[in-house]
């Protein structure tokens, strides 16, 4: 088994890994904030602070060989699908030590033995590709399931209306999972989209769906189960929900200053690491001493994944010639 199958294996029913998890992906995102704004990392990211419960819920659910499609705001996805801080990082900074050799860097990260198919800036690029995999398992009698992870502003892409309606027709064993985080780049979803509630899109498909409150790691992790097991009994696609709020910026350079006062606050006190500490200490699993050991220790363990990486070589100019369908020869012809 790879590490990172390890890691997202350990998920299960494990819900202090839950919480680790989450603050992982929390730490990880505010420190490779602070390396772009530092100039450490050239180019831009995109953060998915506040939107850790659906990531992390989403990844206790999954078989190993179920296949993920996910978008470039996609490092929880790969932390809590199982890539380690140290392997996402690098490939953040272009080290040859990244999950996609350093060549991808934050918008592509990807692992075939987790099933993370290498997430993509295409808005909607990944919805045919999650459906073809579907296909592929269903003509290969396979037990495997598919999953679109996209964002609300994607729903208004034809891929997304492609893609659910040949899954709907061919009963493809696939999950849509919308990340509604109210904003598609600078534009709230009331600009540009009709309904708020895009899982009523299903309809259209005569597709079962079903709304999440995407801040609550455990109402993710029972609708994913309920998508995905109907998804592996053959019973065809589901669109699921989840509302969520992107407590950044669309990308590093964006401070959303569009954004209504007190909408941040609002959606902040639904914090899912908050959420979580809460419901962990009722269950007595958590003090709040543990809580601080614990955030303490993530901050070491980011700053040594960070320290590894940095310390790492960068990839080969031979690298440009790898994983490509045809090399042209150079020629003085
Ligand atoms: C096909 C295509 N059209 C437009 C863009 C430009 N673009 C980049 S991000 C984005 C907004 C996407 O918003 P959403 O789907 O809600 O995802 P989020 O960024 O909120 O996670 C757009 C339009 C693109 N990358 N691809
Ligand atoms: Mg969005």
């Known amino acids: 088994m790879s590490t990172s199958l390890e890691r997202r294996e350990a998920l299960k029913d494990n819900e202090i890994l839950w919480y680790e998890r989450m603050l992982e992906i929390r730490e990880f995102e505010k420190r490779t904030n ?176 079903i709304k999440v409150d995407g801040m609550d790691i455990y109402a993710v992790q029972e609708a994913m189960t309920q998508a995905v097991d109907g998804a592996r009994r053959g019973e065809g696609p589901t669109l699921v929900e989840a509302k969520t709020y992107r407590f950044s910026g669309h990308s590093r350079a964006d401070q959303a200053l569009y954004r209504p006062a007190g909408e941040l606050e609002m959606w902040q006190k639904k914090d899912p690491i908050l959420l979580t500490e809460q419901a962990l200490t009722k269950k007595g699993l958590l003090s709040e001493a543990k809580i601080l050991d614990m955030k303490a220790a993530m901050v070491e363990f980011i700053d040594q994944a960070i320290n590894q990486a940095r310390l790492d070589p960068e990839p080969g100019l031979e690298q440009m010639f790898e994983n490509i369908y045809t090399a042209a020869k150079a020629s003085n012809a």
């Open 34 to 209: 602070e390396l772009f704004a530092s100039g450490e990392i050239r180019g831009t990211t995109h953060l998915c602070v506040g939107q850790e419960a659906l990531a992390v819920g989403l990844a206790t659910v999954l078989e190993p060989e179920d296949v993920i499609a996910a978008t470039y705001r996609s490092h929880g996805i790969a932390l809590a699908f199982g890539l380690t801080s140290h392997s996402t990082m690098a490939e953040i900074m272009g080290k040859a030590t990244g999950c996609a050799g350093g060549v991808g860097g934050s918008m592509h990260m990807c692992d075939k033995s987790i099933g993370l198919l290498p997430t993509s800036a295409i808005i909607g690029g990944g919805m045919p590709v999650a459906a073809g995999a579907a296909l592929a398992f269903q003509i290969q009698n396979k037990p495997q399931v598919a999953v679109a992870f996209f964002g609300d502003a994607a729903t208004n892409i034809g891929a997304f209306h492609e893609s659910l309606n040949l899954a709907a027709i061919w009963k493809l064993p696939v999950v849509f999972v919308i990340d509604n985080n109210v904003y598609g780049e600078y534009s709230r979803i009331n600009l540009t989209t009709p309904i708020e509630d895009l899982h009523l899109r299903a309809a259209s498909y005569d597709m079962p769906s």
